[in-house]
């Protein structure tokens, strides 16, 4: 049995975080000015590569509310607020498909709080004070376990060299800086590296996203001293192991809020449309659909809070939560934005219709940080055990 | 969330201590799982043994007032007395029709007379009760129901036919539903209770279902005497009370099917999975049954964590939301969980209970037919999602 709060932690404070976000974005980030930043212009992101784009007025709002500060400890200038709180906050940000690098400086957040070094501590108090990161772990295979990186660390001398490539770096032309994962000879450590680091390179991705960019890193010769390291090489997968509840935590918020918003606006038009004198709702076959997306994505909805609960009161069990979280959310949100598509019908297929950029949005982030089938495949592992000798798997 | 009062946090621990002490270990033959897999006397009159061991513990009743048979504890013991028992794995209670439907509606709908003569009877098994509500013509389209109650006097003359009776042939008492004037659908409607056993003008007869065994049955009811004093609420005030009735069957399917068991039930499948063969190598092995495995223990996970969230208004956009999932979560949980550990048995999932060899007595692919009671009675699964898509989501009536 478990010692968690039957409300999953979730109370005022948690509400109030919501609230505000809620508030904050219907005003200032509504699918008209989504349309208006990242939607005028097909060819623009498609053809033509242009970045797309996001507010940065906005954004200095939502650091001005310290939304940047809420992972980072008190100690180090941060609000220290609950999962419970900040997920139900990022739903919010899934909910408007909002444009930012929030949830990558989140994601670092959860891994930078989870070290305890000097230089840890540093960019933890940056980050509350508004700089942005994004998590640069992934080799170009897109493998998402956690020592896959093809950035090598060697000591020279007093400093540390880096080499190599970092990909599918999220929202990598909207931040400050980057938290690499290198192979040394004994393990991975971790380096925060401001975007204008000698010898680092950004090179773009062009993703069907529309309201995200994604980026490579190329690190040539790039030297820091050793007390920039945030994590030593006996310690960052240590480090990133316990960090991996509150990143798939965070990105299945996202996923919910972005799926809740597909069957509400999919209900609303199922509601108007009329077709045989009927709306479209009256019909069983559009009617069924409908409910099965709700009840997939309430599962994921329990699974989200209780997952944000497992972080924030027993984080040495939260990996199985935050792996049914993630599964349940990406694969709810799958089938919602597929049924979201099908059943606006013909309009629902065209660039005019809204839909395209929350399907976008929750097919990228079902990808990230590992599918349903990814964390079923680890689940597994923990609930079954593993495969005996000898079997494949 | 409130906090658990004192006497809640005590009785939870009587409850289990006193489980755990007197919980049926050994029993000599296969117990059934649910009214529709009773098949012998001896089941019947062991789960109703056992009926009366819990009551007299205060694990059934307890949230009723003492005047009624009950012992007038808070409305929250009642809900740990189910869970602690479904925590323990005990067998179900055997009358289930009365504590799910007969007593909550009495309760709700009856008179003081009725309330005093009915209640202490369905919570301590001494008289089985059953429902007659379905008819040929009257499934999903419920109020459909034709049995007719024409009024003589003092008395009611019921003429019918009701099916799918669970439970019929021991019952005592029928919570009836049925028509007292043609002339309106809805306000045509009354509620009765209805003598069963021994009554002159009742046949129950056994339906066999698709495993092969009795368990529910018809009920032809020609010329029964109903004094008017059985019956429940007004004249024409059926529909109302018949509502009531459904709310608690389908809030209960949640404890019974899902929500309290979910977990023992996954453990159960990975257990099997785990004796079983594919393609010659341990079943729990094989990638894709893995797959299989965590996508329903997710599920399994959800529907229990459901419980909880809804209790959390904060965290329900719409207070009916997760409740009206309730049923159709649990129904079709237990279906695709039994059809999984069908499956992955392979050959051997298809020897029937009587082969020495079949896993577990045949429990998995009688479990996977018996499942599909689940998803059609109460409401069937299409019926549920109708429901959930008008009154939760607000799209158009479907008829």
């Not at chain 1, 045989?276 to 409910?291: E, I």
């Amino acid at each position: 049995m478990t010692a968690q709060p039957a409300d999953f932690g979730y109370g005022p404070e948690e509400t109030l975080l919501r609230e505000q976000a809620k508030k904050l974005l219907d005003e200032y980030a509504s699918t008209t000015t989504l349309r208006k930043l990242v939607g005028k212009d097909p060819a623009a992101v498609y053809a033509r590569g242009e970045l797309p784009g996001y507010d940065q007025a906005v954004w200095r709002r939502c650091v001005e509310l310290g939304w940047t500060a809420l992972m980072v400890p008190e100690a180090c200038g941060g609000v220290g607020a609950k999962m419970a709180g900040v997920a139900a906050l990022v739903e919010e940000v899934g909910r408007h498909a909002f444009p930012s690098p929030l949830l990558a400086t989140l994601i670092c957040s959860a891994v930078l709080r989870n070290a305890s070094s000097p230089a840890a501590k540093r960019w933890l108090g940056k980050i509350a004070e508004g700089t942005t990161m994004s998590l640069a772990l992934t080799g170009q295979r897109g493998s998402w376990e956690l020592d896959e990186t093809e950035i090598v660390a060697e000591r020279a001398g007093d400093a540390v060299a880096l080499d190599g490539c970092a990909f599918f770096v999220q929202d990598a032309f909207k931040v400050d800086a980057f938290l690499v994962t290198a192979r040394s000879a004994d393990g991975i450590c971790l380096v925060v590296l401001s975007k204008d680091t000698p010898g680092l390179v950004l090179g773009r991705d062009h993703v069907v996203d529309l309201t995200r960019d994604q980026g490579h890193l190329t690190l040539s010769g790039v030297r820091i001293s050793e007390e920039d390291v945030v994590a030593s090489s006996s310690h960052g997968r240590h480090v990133l192991r316990g960090a991996w509840p509150s990143v798939l935590t965070l990105v299945s918020a996202d996923l919910v809020g972005a799926s809740e918003w597909l069957l509400q606006t999919t209900v609303d038009y199922a509601k108007v449309r009329k077709q045989f004198d009927r709306s479209l709702g009256f019909f069983q076959a559009v009617k069924h659909p409908l409910v099965n997306a709700m009840m997939e994505i309430d599962l994921a909805r329990s699974h989200l809070y209780h997952a944000a609960c497992s972080v924030d009161v027993e984080p040495e069990h939260a990996e199985v939560p935050a792996r049914m979280a993630k599964s349940a959310a990406g694969d709810a949100a799958t089938f919602m934005a597929g049924r979201s598509v099908q059943l606006h019908g013909g309009i629902g297929f065209t660039w005019e219709c809204d839909v395209h950029f929350f399907f976008k949005r929750c097919r990228h982030n079902q990808a990230l940080y590992g599918d349903g089938v990814h964390q079923r495949k680890k689940l597994a592992n923990l609930l079954i055990g593993s495969p005996s000798a000898g079997a494949k798997s | 969330m409130t906090e658990p009062t004192s006497e809640e946090i005590e009785f939870r621990e009587y409850a289990r201590r006193w489980l755990d002490e007197n919980k049926p270990r050994d029993v000599p033959f296969r117990l059934a799982l649910s009214p529709i897999e009773i098949t012998s006397r001896e089941q019947k009159d062991y789960l109703q043994a056992w009926q009366r061991r819990c009551y007299e513990a205060r694990l059934v009743g307890p949230s009723y007032p003492r005047e009624y048979g009950g012992w007038g504890m808070t409305a929250a013991c009642q809900r740990i007395a189910q869970q602690e028992l479904a925590r323990a794995r005990a067998p179900f209670l055997l009358n289930l029709v009365a504590l799910n439907m007969a007593a909550p509606t009495i309760f709700l709908h009856g008179d003081e007379e009725q309330k005093r003569r009915f209640i202490p009877g369905c919570l301590s098994a001494d008289e089985i009760w059953c429902q007659g509500f379905s008819e040929p013509g009257a499934g999903s389209d419920l109020a459909n129901v034709q049995t007719f109650c024409e009024r003589r006097g003092d008395v009611w003359i019921a003429n019918g036919h009701k099916l799918w009776t669970s439970l019929g042939q021991f019952a005592k008492w029928m919570i009836l539903l049925a028509r007292t004037s043609k002339d309106d659908k809805y306000r045509g409607l009354t509620y009765f209770i209805c003598p069963v056993e021994g009554a002159a003008g009742v046949t129950v007869r056994p339906l066999v279902k698709i495993t092969g065994e009795a368990g529910f049955n018809e009920v032809l009811l020609e010329g029964v005497t109903i004094p008017d004093g059985l019956r429940l609420d007004r004249v024409g005030n059926g529909w109302t009370v018949a509502m009531t009735t459904l709310l608690h069957e389908r809030g209960a399917a949640e404890g019974a099917g899902g929500g309290a068991r979910a977990p023992q039930l996954i453990g159960q499948l990975i257990a099997h999975a785990k004796r079983m063969f594919r393609d010659g190598d341990c079943a729990a092995d094989d990638p894709v049954t893995r797959d299989q495995l965590m996508k329903l223990a997710i599920r399994a996970h959800g529907i229990e964590l459901h419980a909880r969230r809804a209790g959390v208004p904060a965290l329900c956009d719409h207070p009916l939301r997760l409740p009206l999932q309730s049923k159709v979560l649990a129904s079709e949980l237990d279906q695709d969980v039994a059809r999984l550990g069908t499956d992955l048995a392979g050959a051997l999932g298809e020897l029937a209970a009587l082969d020495p060899r079949a896993p577990e007595h045949g429990h998995w692919p009688l479990a996977y037919m018996n499942s599909y009671g689940f998803t059609i009675a109460a409401g069937t699964s299409e019926i549920q999602r109708n429901i959930l898509g008008e009154r939760v989501l607000g799209l158009e009536k479907s008829k």
